[in-house]
């Protein structure tokens, strides 16, 4: 079954938005917070889709397989999977994720067709999370696993393992006046020269020991609370920032030293391939695009080092990072 | 092609087929094997002798300009470079000239 799609302008989530830089039109039942407007100016002509599974398609589609799928991906606690990316030809990419339900990526990345686990409300998290990125890939961009956020219209993005900081000073460039792109992935396109770096969800978060140190004006600037879980407070800014040049990418190292950024002359390819986002897509084209990616950040310049001490002052460092930032990025 | 005496892979011509891309950095060359997803680090020089390679007739014309540029004998060059060469073909990254597997 088909989900009419009638693009009524409404509540969150309807109609024409745009993430990772492809353009979406999404099932009115469906809403993913914090995606941007559709523009017209995203990189991708089509429109991906994104609908809900009404009755049983994307089981009728796996099950019609002749060829078995092949495990792109999967992550585990321990013991217990958490979430697997499964590979066929003829279907496309198979997400599941434990708690969220499963997302069927057509093989050419312009359809999602959602199952959702129906024990859980804030199912289409993943959506964001993992699904838009994954159909990002496939249609021609590279995500960055980085927190994001515009400053003087150059982006800026960092780059870390987790824990390493990254939301918590993405969240303090927005309180001293950033835009945000996203605290968790971020959408680079090479057109001709340069480099162009598209909002994912703008969804900030914090964690609540963090939250509890913001005062009633720094929380506001973050944007809208909408719900906490796993320790975790989420703000959903104002909408996403448009697409912006890519000014930089800072990587996070832990170093006792006060907090310093430096220009990586001789940056280490095997990091930046590192810091992508997506291990499921495998094709040469998408190898090929993820290396050439790499090597434009490499070769313009925009590989930083930002040492940062354990417990810094997310505050502080954000200070720091925005007058380097104002001077390196022009 | 491992199977070639020194001679015969000197007087043999190297290219890149066309699954495997390599780009430059400045403390490192990294080559993908488009066919196997996997990525192969080469330092500088290996960098710098590979390119001779891509440029060059075949795998022997390449000496005399590396010895120039490293100003080395060109003995040692040649080692290097038949070393370099035959870890290249080993790991598919470099197939000589007749090599139908390309």
Not at chain 1, 157 to 184: F, N, T
Not at chain 2, 60 to 88: C, H, K, M, N, W
Request: hydrophobic share 45%; glycine share 8%; with cysteine.
């Amino acid at each position: 079954m088909t989900t009419p799609l009638d693009g009524r302008p409404g509540a969150e989530g309807e109609g024409r938005r745009t993430a990772f830089g492809i353009a979406l039109s999404i099932d009115p039942r469906i809403s993913i917070p914090g995606l941007g407007q559709s523009t017209g100016s995203d990189t991708a002509d089509r429109e991906s889709q994104i609908r809900l599974d009404d009755d049983g398609e994307l089981d009728r589609r796996w099950q019609a397989l002749t060829a078995a799928p092949t495990r792109a991906r999967e992550l585990r606690f321990g013991e217990t999977l958490l979430l697997s990316v499964d590979f066929a030809e003829a279907a496309g990419y198979l997400l599941w994720t434990r708690d969220f339900g499963r997302v069927l990526i057509s093989p050419d990345g312009l359809e999602l067709l959602c199952e959702p686990d129906p024990a859980n409300e804030d199912w289409a998290s993943i959506l964001a999370a993992q699904a838009l990125p994954l159909a990002a890939t496939i249609r021609g961009l590279e995500v960055f696993h980085a927190s994001g956020i515009v400053l003087e219209d150059r982006a800026l993005l960092i780059s870390g393992p987790p824990g390493a900081g990254k939301s918590s000073l993405a969240a303090a460039l927005v309180r001293a006046g950033g835009r945000l792109l996203s605290d968790d992935a971020v959408a680079l396109q090479l057109d001709t020269d340069e480099l162009i770096a598209h909002a994912g969800a703008a969804m900030l978060q914090l964690r609540d020991v963090e939250d509890r140190r913001l005062s009633e004006g720094e929380r506001i600037a973050l944007g809208r609370p909408t719900s906490s879980s796993e320790g975790k407070r989420r703000y959903l800014s104002d909408g996403a920032a448009d697409p912006v040049p890519l000014g930089g990418l800072f990587l996070i190292e832990r170093s006792a030293a006060e907090p310093a950024i430096e220009r990586l002359e001789a940056v280490d390819p095997f990091a930046l391939i590192a810091s992508t986002f997506n291990l499921s897509v495998r094709t040469p084209a998408r190898l090929r695009r993820q290396l050439d990616v790499v090597s434009a950040i490499a070769s313009h310049g925009l590989a930083y080092r930002l040492r940062v001490q354990p417990g810094v002052d997310a505050t502080r460092l954000a200070a720091i990072v925005q007058a380097q930032f104002a001077v390196v990025s022009r | 092609m491992s199977q070639l005496s020194d001679q015969e892979l000197l007087n043999a011509r190297a290219r890149l087929p066309q699954h495997v891309v390599h780009r430059s950095f400045v403390a490192e060359t990294v080559v993908l094997n488009l066919r196997t997803g996997k990525y192969h680090g080469l330092n500088p020089t290996a960098g710098r002798m590979l390119d001779a390679l891509e440029a060059s007739p075949t795998v022997g014309a390449a000496v005399p300009e590396l010895a120039g540029e490293y100003g080395l004998e060109q003995e040692r060059i040649q080692s290097d470079l038949l070393t370099l060469t035959r870890g290249l073909l080993e790991r598919g990254l470099i197939v000589t000239a007749d090599d139908d597997a390309a």
